[in-house]
C-alpha cells in the first residue's frame, strides 16, 4: 500500500498510509484467482465473504463491493486499517504461497473509505421498535457491534462508557497516525443514526449498579468492558518520574490531545531518547507517537526476536522505515534514576532462545552479558489485564484468569441475562475478534429476550 | 453537563460548588472522588466529593486555586456547566465503630474529611476533628465540623486562631492523654507524611488519603500509581486511601512534581489569555 514519506510523516502525526487508488484497487482485485473453497475466509474471524467483495470490486462495483463487508463486518474502514491480516486473511491466500497475497485489507479499506468519499450514505433496514431495552457497558468494538446489531433488530440500545468520548481503545489507544479519529466519529454516528442512545462518563459498578440497570427495565446487559489495566513488570525504578504506562502515555495524546499543550490542557512528557518496552501493537504505536514528539532516538526493547513479535507486520516495517531501533534479545532488569528521581539509563539481560514456551513461542532465558541503554523516558507496553471495577461490583459472576469473564460460545455468562465479549472475555486481542464476540452476543441476547416473551405469553 | 446549583468561597482561593450530579449524589460513599473535566479542551482532574444530597441529587466539591484548571473551575458562577463528571471512584472509607476516631485536616483536606466524620458519627464514634492552617482565613468549614464532631481543635502557624503550632503537636497530646482507635489524615502531603511519623510509634492505626496525578481515573492507565509497603498500587481503584504507615512517601512527592513546569507553563498562558469564552462552554 502506499504510504507517506518516512522522512516526513514521522514529525506529524496524520495518517501514514495513503490506501489504493480506484485503478490500484481494481489492479488488485483481478489477482484473486476466486478460489472454490477460500482459505482467506477460513482465516476471518468473522467469516467475511472475501472473494464476493473482491469480485465485486474486479468489476467496479465499489459500494456493492461495500454492501458485502457490512454484511459481516459492522467497522470495515477500521478493520482494513488494524487487522492483523498477514495472521488471518492474507496470511492464507494461495498466491501467498509463491508470491504476494492479495492485499485483502488494503481492498476492504478501500471499499470502505470510498463509499465516504462518495458521499454514499447508507441505509440500513431498520425493524420497527420492539419496545426491549438492552444495555450495552463499553463502547468499543464490542460494544459498538452489540448495540448496532441489536438496533436493527428493533430493540432500544443504550450505551454506557466510562471516559467522556466513545470508541475504547480505537479512540484512546490506537494513535492518529495509524487510525484517524474521523473515521471513528463516523461510526459512531452511523451507531447512532440506528437509534442507539450513548451516556458518557457512566461508570457502571460505580455510578450505577448492573443489579439497578435490570431494575431500570433493561432486559438484558452486554459488557464490553476491554482489558484496560495495564500491567507492569516488577522491576527497580518502575516508579521513577518519566517513566510511563504505554496506556497512561498513548490516552495522553489521543484522547487529551497533549501533543497540542497548552492548547489543550493535557501536557505530555516530550523526551530525547525513550525506550519502549514490548513488542506488540501498543509497542509499536508508543515508539512512534514518541518519535513524533520529538525524542531524536527511540528503542523498541524486545526479549525475543522479531519473529516472534505480535505486533501487525505493518507497523514494524513503518517503524523501521521511520527511524525506530530494534533492540531484540533485550530484557529489561533496572531503570536507573538520577539524583532528581528522573530516569537516566535502563540496564538490560542480553537474551538467548530456548524451547517454546507454553505460547509456542520461544521462551528467551538470559545469556549473562548486559548492557546499559542511555535514555532519558521509558515506556512499558508489557500487556495489559483486567479491569476490576465492574466485574467485581457483580455478585456472583464466573470469572477465569484472575478477572476475565467467562462466557459461552454464544457470549452468556453464567449469570441469565449478562452476556460478555471482547477483551474482557477473552484477555486482549484483536478489533476484529471484539466485533466478532459482539456480533454472536447480539444473535444471543436476541435468542434470549425472544424467550423470555414466549415463557411470559404462555 | 452537569451544572452548577451554587458557588461560595470558603476562604481565599478556595471554592465550593455545589453541582446537579443525580447518580452519582446518590451513589457517594465518604472517600470517593469524582474526575472532572470543565470544557472540550480541559484536561481530567479528580476532586474529593465534600458532601452530597441524594435527595437533591448534587453532589459538593471543595477546591483551592492552584492551577489552570481549579483557576477556571472557579470562574464558573452558578448557572454554568461543567462538561463531564465521572464518579463516584475510589474505595470507600472503612466505616464501623472504632471508639474514638482522630480526624487532622490541612487546608483543603477537611473536604475529604467530612463526609467521613458523618459516616463516623453515625456509627457512634467519639470523633476528635483537628483543623490546621497557616493562619485563620484558611480554616475552612469550622462550623460544619462543630456541627458533628465532639470536639474540634483549631491549630494555625501564626496563632491568628486556635492554638499556635503544627496539627501534630495537638495529635500527639490527644494520642497521649485517649485511647485513639484510628486516625484519618487529609491535606498536604508532608502534613500527612508528618503525622503517619507520629503516629507510627504509638501504633495507632493511621490512613492518609493521596493526591497523585490522575488521568483517567478508572485503573485504566497507571499514572496514578503509588508505593505501598513496597508493591505498585493504583489510587484511583486501590485508593485513594491507603494506611500511612505503608505509603512510600518521598516517591509521591517527587512523582507529584513532574509536571511542575507545565502546571506553571499552563497557569501563566492562561493568566495572560483572555478567555474568549470557551472556557465557559
Ligand atoms: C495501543 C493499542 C493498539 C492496538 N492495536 C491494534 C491493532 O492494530 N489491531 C487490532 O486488531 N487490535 C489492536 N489493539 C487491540 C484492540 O484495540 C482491542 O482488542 C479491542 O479494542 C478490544 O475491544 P473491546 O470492545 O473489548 O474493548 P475496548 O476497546 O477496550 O473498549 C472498552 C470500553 O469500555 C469502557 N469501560 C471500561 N470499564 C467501564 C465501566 N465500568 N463502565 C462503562 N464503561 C467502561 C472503556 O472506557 C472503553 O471505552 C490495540 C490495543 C491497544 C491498547
Ligand atoms: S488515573 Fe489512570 S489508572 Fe488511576
Same mark, same amino acid.
Given at each position: 500500500m502506499r504510504?507517506r514519506?518516512?522522512?516526513?510523516?514521522?514529525?506529524?502525526?496524520?495518517?501514514?498510509s495513503?490506501?489504493?487508488?480506484?485503478?490500484?484497487?481494481?489492479?488488485?482485485?483481478?489477482?484473486?484467482?476466486?478460489?472454490k473453497?477460500?482459505?482467506?475466509?477460513?482465516?476471518?474471524?468473522?467469516?467475511?465473504?472475501?472473494p464476493g467483495?473482491?469480485s465485486?470490486?474486479?468489476?467496479?462495483?465499489?459500494?456493492?463491493?461495500?454492501h458485502?463487508?457490512?454484511?459481516?463486518n %459492522?467497522?470495515?474502514?477500521?478493520?482494513?486499517?488494524?487487522?492483523p491480516?498477514?495472521?488471518?486473511?492474507?496470511?492464507?491466500?494461495?498466491?501467498?504461497?509463491k508470491?504476494?497475497?492479495?492485499? =485483502?485489507?488494503?481492498l476492504e479499506?478501500f471499499?470502505?473509505?470510498?463509499?465516504?468519499?462518495?458521499?454514499?450514505?447508507?441505509?440500513?433496514?431498520?425493524k420497527?421498535?420492539?419496545?426491549?431495552?438492552?444495555?450495552?457497558?463499553?463502547?468499543?468494538?464490542?460494544g459498538?457491534?452489540?448495540?448496532?446489531?441489536?438496533?436493527?433488530?428493533?430493540?432500544? =440500545?443504550? =450505551?454506557f462508557?466510562?471516559?467522556?468520548?466513545?470508541?475504547?481503545?480505537?479512540v484512546?489507544?490506537?494513535?492518529?497516525?495509524?487510525?484517524?479519529?474521523?473515521?471513528i466519529?463516523?461510526?459512531?454516528?452511523y451507531?447512532?443514526?440506528?437509534g442507539?442512545?450513548?451516556?458518557?462518563?457512566?461508570v457502571?459498578?460505580?455510578t450505577?449498579?448492573?443489579?439497578?440497570?435490570?431494575?431500570?427495565?433493561?432486559k438484558?446487559?452486554?459488557i464490553?468492558?476491554?482489558a484496560?489495566?495495564?500491567?507492569?513488570?516488577?522491576?527497580?525504578g518502575?516508579?521513577?518520574?518519566?517513566?510511563?504506562?504505554?496506556?497512561e502515555?498513548?490516552?495522553r495524546?489521543?484522547?487529551?490531545k497533549?501533543?497540542q499543550?497548552p492548547?489543550?490542557?493535557?501536557?505530555?512528557?516530550k523526551?530525547?531518547?525513550?525506550?519502549?518496552?514490548?513488542?506488540?501493537?501498543?509497542a509499536?504505536?508508543?515508539?512512534?507517537?514518541a518519535?513524533?514528539?520529538?525524542?531524536k532516538?527511540?528503542?523498541?526493547?524486545?526479549?525475543?526476536t522479531?519473529?516472534?513479535?505480535?505486533?501487525r507486520?505493518?507497523e514494524?516495517?513503518?517503524?523501521?522505515?521511520e527511524? =525506530?531501533?530494534?533492540?531484540?534479545?533485550?530484557?529489561?532488569?533496572?531503570?536507573?534514576?538520577?539524583?532528581?528521581?528522573?530516569?537516566k539509563? %535502563?540496564?538490560?539481560?542480553e %537474551?538467548?532462545?530456548?524451547?517454546?514456551?507454553?505460547?509456542?513461542r520461544?521462551?528467551?532465558?538470559?545469556?549473562?552479558?548486559?548492557?546499559?541503554?542511555?535514555v532519558d523516558q521509558?515506556?512499558?507496553?508489557?500487556?495489559?489485564?483486567s479491569?476490576?471495577i465492574l466485574?467485581?461490583?457483580?455478585?456472583?459472576?464466573?470469572?477465569?484468569?484472575?478477572?476475565?469473564?467467562?462466557?459461552?460460545?454464544?457470549?452468556?455468562?453464567?449469570i441469565?441475562?449478562?452476556?460478555?465479549?471482547?477483551d474482557?472475555?477473552?484477555?486482549?486481542?484483536?478489533?476484529?475478534?471484539?466485533m466478532?464476540?459482539?456480533?454472536?452476543?447480539?444473535?444471543?441476547?436476541?435468542?434470549?429476550?425472544?424467550?423470555?416473551?414466549?415463557?411470559?405469553?404462555? | 453537563?452537569?451544572?452548577?446549583?451554587?458557588?461560595?468561597?470558603?476562604?481565599?482561593?478556595?471554592?465550593?460548588?455545589e453541582?446537579?450530579?443525580?447518580?452519582?449524589?446518590?451513589?457517594?460513599?465518604?472517600?470517593? +472522588?469524582?474526575v472532572?473535566?470543565?470544557?472540550?479542551?480541559?484536561?481530567?482532574?479528580?476532586?474529593?466529593?465534600?458532601?452530597?444530597?441524594?435527595k437533591k441529587?448534587?453532589?459538593?466539591?471543595l +477546591?483551592?486555586?492552584?492551577?489552570k484548571?481549579?483557576?477556571?473551575?472557579?470562574?464558573?458562577?452558578?448557572?454554568k456547566?461543567?462538561?463531564d463528571?465521572?464518579g463516584?471512584?475510589?474505595?470507600?472509607?472503612?466505616?464501623k465503630?472504632?471508639?474514638?476516631?482522630?480526624l487532622?485536616g490541612?487546608?483543603?483536606?477537611?473536604?475529604?474529611?467530612?463526609?467521613?466524620?458523618?459516616?463516623?458519627k453515625?456509627?457512634?464514634?467519639? *470523633?476528635?476533628t483537628?483543623?490546621?492552617?497557616?493562619?485563620?482565613?484558611?480554616? *475552612?468549614?469550622?462550623?460544619?465540623?462543630?456541627?458533628?464532631?465532639?470536639? *474540634?481543635?483549631?491549630t494555625?502557624?501564626?496563632?491568628?486562631?486556635?492554638?499556635?503550632?503544627?496539627?501534630?503537636?495537638?495529635?500527639?497530646?490527644?494520642?497521649?492523654?485517649?485511647?485513639?482507635?484510628i486516625?484519618?489524615a487529609v491535606?498536604?502531603?508532608?502534613?500527612m507524611?508528618? *503525622?503517619?511519623?507520629?503516629?507510627?510509634?504509638?501504633?495507632?492505626?493511621?490512613i492518609?488519603?493521596?493526591n497523585?496525578v490522575?488521568?483517567?481515573?478508572?485503573?485504566m492507565c497507571?499514572?496514578?500509581?503509588?508505593?505501598?509497603?513496597?508493591k505498585?498500587?493504583?489510587?484511583c481503584?486501590?485508593?485513594p486511601?491507603?494506611d500511612?504507615?505503608?505509603?512510600d512517601?518521598?516517591?509521591?512527592?517527587?512523582r507529584?512534581?513532574?509536571?511542575?513546569?507545565?502546571?506553571?507553563?499552563?497557569?501563566?498562558? +492562561?493568566k495572560?489569555?483572555?478567555?474568549?469564552?470557551?472556557?465557559?462552554?
Amino acid at each position: 500500500m502506499r504510504a507517506r514519506d518516512p522522512k516526513i510523516r514521522n514529525k506529524d502525526f496524520k495518517e501514514v498510509s495513503l490506501g489504493l487508488t480506484e485503478k490500484q484497487a481494481v489492479k488488485e482485485a483481478s489477482r484473486c484467482l476466486q478460489c472454490k473453497k477460500p482459505k482467506c475466509v477460513e482465516g476471518c474471524p468473522v467469516e467475511i465473504d472475501i472473494p464476493g467483495f473482491i469480485s465485486a470490486l474486479r468489476d467496479s462495483d465499489f459500494s456493492g463491493a461495500l454492501h458485502v463487508i457490512r454484511k459481516y463486518n %459492522m467497522l470495515p474502514a477500521i478493520c482494513g486499517r488494524v487487522c492483523p491480516q498477514e495472521n488471518q486473511c492474507q496470511g492464507r491466500c494461495i498466491l501467498g504461497r509463491k508470491k504476494t497475497p492479495i492485499s =485483502i485489507g488494503a481492498l476492504e479499506r478501500f471499499s470502505a473509505d470510498y463509499a465516504v468519499k462518495k458521499g454514499n450514505t447508507e441505509k440500513t433496514p431498520k425493524k420497527k421498535p420492539n419496545g426491549h431495552k438492552v444495555a450495552v457497558i463499553g463502547s468499543g468494538p464490542a460494544g459498538l457491534t452489540v448495540a448496532a446489531d441489536l438496533a436493527r433488530l428493533g430493540y432500544d =440500545i443504550t =450505551i454506557f462508557e466510562a471516559l467522556h468520548k466513545p470508541g475504547g481503545v480505537l479512540v484512546y489507544g490506537i494513535p492518529e497516525f495509524r487510525l484517524p479519529k474521523k473515521i471513528i466519529a463516523r461510526e459512531i454516528e452511523y451507531v447512532k443514526s440506528l437509534g442507539v442512545k450513548i451516556k458518557l462518563n457512566w461508570v457502571v459498578g460505580r455510578t450505577q449498579t448492573v443489579d439497578e440497570l435490570f431494575e431500570e427495565g433493561f432486559k438484558a446487559v452486554f459488557i464490553g468492558v476491554g482489558a484496560g489495566s495495564p500491567r507492569y513488570m516488577s522491576i527497580p525504578g518502575e516508579n521513577l518520574n518519566n517513566v510511563y504506562f504505554a496506556a497512561e502515555f498513548l490516552t495522553r495524546v489521543n484522547l487529551m490531545k497533549a501533543e497540542q499543550f497548552p492548547k489543550y490542557d493535557t501536557p505530555v512528557k516530550k523526551a530525547k531518547k525513550v525506550a519502549v518496552i514490548g513488542g506488540g501493537n501498543v509497542a509499536m504505536d508508543a515508539a512512534r507517537t514518541a518519535l513524533r514528539l520529538g525524542a531524536k532516538k527511540v528503542y523498541i526493547v524486545y526479549r525475543r526476536t522479531e519473529n516472534e513479535m505480535p505486533t501487525r507486520l505493518e507497523e514494524l516495517e513503518h517503524a523501521k522505515e521511520e527511524g =525506530i531501533i530494534c533492540k531484540f534479545l533485550s530484557n529489561p532488569k533496572e531503570i536507573i534514576g538520577d539524583d532528581k528521581g528522573y530516569v537516566k539509563a %535502563m540496564i538490560c539481560d542480553e %537474551m538467548k532462545l530456548c524451547e517454546p514456551d507454553e505460547s509456542g513461542r520461544r521462551r528467551p532465558e538470559c545469556s549473562g552479558k548486559e548492557f546499559t541503554l542511555d535514555v532519558d523516558q521509558v515506556i512499558m507496553a508489557v500487556g495489559q489485564a483486567s479491569n476490576p471495577i465492574l466485574v467485581k461490583s457483580i455478585k456472583g459472576l464466573k470469572l477465569w484468569g484472575g478477572g476475565y469473564i467467562k462466557i459461552d460460545e454464544d457470549g452468556s455468562s453464567n449469570i441469565p441475562g449478562i452476556f460478555a465479549g471482547g477483551d474482557i472475555a477473552t484477555g486482549a486481542a484483536t478489533v476484529i475478534s471484539a466485533m466478532g464476540a459482539g456480533k454472536r452476543a447480539a444473535r444471543a441476547i436476541h435468542t434470549y429476550i425472544s424467550s423470555l416473551k414466549k415463557v411470559r405469553k404462555r | 453537563m452537569y451544572k452548577i446549583i451554587k458557588k461560595e468561597t470558603v476562604a481565599p482561593q478556595v471554592v465550593a460548588i455545589e453541582v446537579d450530579a443525580p447518580y452519582i449524589a446518590r451513589h457517594h460513599q465518604a472517600g470517593n +472522588f469524582v474526575v472532572l473535566r470543565i470544557n472540550e479542551r480541559g484536561e481530567r482532574i479528580p476532586l474529593t466529593i465534600a458532601d452530597s444530597d441524594a435527595k437533591k441529587g448534587t453532589i459538593t466539591l471543595l +477546591f483551592q486555586k492552584i492551577g489552570k484548571t481549579t483557576e477556571a473551575l472557579g470562574k464558573l458562577n452558578a448557572g454554568k456547566a461543567i462538561r463531564d463528571i465521572a464518579g463516584p471512584l475510589g474505595h470507600a472509607t472503612p466505616i464501623k465503630k472504632y471508639g474514638h476516631c482522630v480526624l487532622v485536616g490541612g487546608g483543603i483536606g477537611a473536604a475529604t474529611l467530612f463526609p467521613i466524620l458523618k459516616a463516623l458519627k453515625t456509627e457512634k464514634n467519639k *470523633v476528635t476533628t483537628i483543623l490546621g492552617a497557616r493562619e485563620q482565613k484558611l480554616i *475552612v468549614w469550622e462550623d460544619r465540623f462543630k456541627e458533628y464532631s465532639d470536639e *474540634v481543635l483549631v491549630t494555625t502557624d501564626d496563632g491568628s486562631s486556635g492554638r499556635k503550632g503544627l496539627v501534630t503537636e495537638a495529635l500527639k497530646e490527644i494520642i497521649e492523654s485517649s485511647k485513639v482507635k484510628i486516625v484519618i489524615a487529609v491535606g498536604p502531603i508532608r502534613m500527612m507524611q508528618a *503525622v503517619s511519623e507520629l503516629t507510627r510509634p504509638y501504633g495507632v492505626k493511621t490512613i492518609v488519603s493521596l493526591n497523585p496525578v490522575m488521568v483517567e481515573g478508572t485503573g485504566m492507565c497507571g499514572a496514578c500509581r503509588v508505593n505501598i509497603a513496597g508493591k505498585t498500587k493504583f489510587a484511583c481503584v486501590e485508593g485513594p486511601e491507603f494506611d500511612a504507615h505503608e505509603v512510600d512517601f518521598e516517591e509521591l512527592v517527587n512523582r507529584l512534581g513532574f509536571y511542575r513546569e507545565e502546571e506553571a507553563e499552563a497557569m501563566k498562558a +492562561f493568566k495572560k489569555k483572555k478567555c474568549k469564552g470557551h472556557c465557559k462552554k
